[in-house]
């Protein structure tokens, strides 16, 4: 989908976030590290990588 290289700051989270909205993602699978536990809503942020597994064994 899309990508932005740096360090986990919300300058760069917001990048990413500007990157993906025009596809309308009901959640985000990430870890709780700052900032997604600060910046992503509590009902659209999934803390697991559970997901990326499951993408990894699909392609």
């Not at 976030?17 to 700052?34: G, Q, S, T, V």
């Not at 509590?42 to 699909?58: A, C, I, N, Q």
Request: hydrophobic share 35%; glycine share 4%.
């Amino acid at each position: 989908m899309a990508h932005v290289f740096g360090r986990r700051t919300k300058a760069i989270l917001n990048r990413l976030i500007a990157l993906i909205k025009p596809y309308k993602f009901r959640f985000y699978c990430n870890d709780d590290r700052h900032p997604y536990s600060t910046e992503l809503s509590e009902d659209g942020h999934v803390v697991s990588k559970h997901f990326t597994r499951v993408l990894k064994e699909t392609i």
